[in-house]
């Protein structure tokens, strides 16, 4: 065993005990050394139909008890050369939405000053606009992936220009992100009229709607995307509800005829060899899933993120 951090096993602790941090791996304050840092980011006051993400971060760690650290699948064994930890979550303001992204914002900027690649628990989506902030102060405009059944360019929502349903307008309109190789994966739904979704295209962003990938493996899509974007620094923000309703009910804007999660792996599995310098995971509402299904698939998709960044180990 390496001297890396190591998810507690199953053997020595029984699941349903020990720490409720992502994995059970060590909860630390210390980002130094750390080459991925999980934290969480419980906030719902971004969001626009149902509410309950900030209780996201909590289930998506208790579920993330079932992960074993080696995907029997692809052979990624992160915890051999990744030094990961979970770092909290961030203390938010939940009376206030700019405030909270200000915080967010602020939290990232001295993330960054570390080494560590940031991995997010959600949260709605509105937490990303602040994390794509501080990801271009680093690194300027970044390549997005952006999973969700929504393209979230509204320019407001009831006058504000900051919610879950404006962030990548926001970040097209600030110069966080690279418009041509921003890529949006599984939106469908119903809309106001037909430039929903067109007017972003026209900004150069990629659109891959859910009807045009169904009974389709996302395999080839996934590479395509790799070679587009090359060496590019790349920040992937996963919204669950990319996923149809039938394998995640539990978030706040479902849409019928989305994804699957086994196109969820193959797309994630596919960006393996991207300079991924960060990665969100959002919109998991618990209270929309007593099951706890949607969490765990959450946990699972956030493993599988954790698998494809730069420098794991593969056996």
């Not at 690194?139 to 929502?157: K, R, T």
């Not at 996934?222 to 996923?243: C, F, K, N, W």
Request: hydrophobic share 40%; with cysteine; aromatic share 8%.
């Amino acid at each position: 065993m390496s001297g890396k951090n190591q998810p507690i096993s199953g053997n020595d602790l029984a699941r349903f005990s020990g720490p409720n941090t992502f994995m059970r791996l060590p909860s630390v304050n210390d980002l130094a050394g750390l080459d991925v840092a999980v934290l969480g980011v419980p906030m719902d006051i971004g969001t626009s139909w149902r509410s309950g993400t900030r209780f996201g971060p909590k289930q998506l760690r208790s579920e993330s008890a079932m992960l074993r650290p080696y995907n029997l699948a692809t052979g990624a064994a992160p915890f051999d050369s990744l030094q990961v930890a979970d770092i909290g979550d961030l203390a938010i303001n939940t009376f206030s939405l700019s405030d909270s992204l200000r915080i967010i914002a602020e939290s990232y900027d001295a993330i960054l000053n570390y080494d560590a690649i940031p991995l997010a628990i959600g949260g709605d989506h509105s937490i990303t606009l602040p994390i794509l902030r501080a990801m271009a102060r680093r690194h300027g405009p970044v390549a997005l992936i952006h999973v969700d059944a929504h393209a979230d360019v509204n320019d407001e929502m009831f006058g504000e220009r900051e919610t879950h349903g404006t962030v990548f307008r926001r970040a097209h309109e600030e110069g966080l992100i690279n418009p041509s190789k921003v890529y949006q994966i599984g939106l469908r739904g119903t809309g106001y009229g037909a430039d929903d979704f067109t007017e972003a295209a026209g900004w150069g962003f990629q659109q891959f709607p859910a009807h045009e990938l169904w009974g389709r493996s996302l395999s080839a899509l996934s590479g395509e995307i790799r070679r587009d974007i090359g060496a590019l620094p790349t920040y992937v923000t996963y919204d669950i509800d990319s996923l149809d309703p039938a394998f995640a009910p539990g978030t706040g804007t479902p849409e019928i005829g989305g994804l699957t999660t086994m196109q969820a792996l193959e797309l994630i599995r596919g960006l393996r060899g991207l300079n991924i310098v960060g990665a969100d995971m959002v919109e998991v509402s618990p209270p929309y899933d007593t099951s706890g299904n949607t969490a765990l698939t959450g946990a699972n998709l956030l493993f599988e993120l954790l698998c494809v960044l730069p420098g794991v180990a593969y056996r």
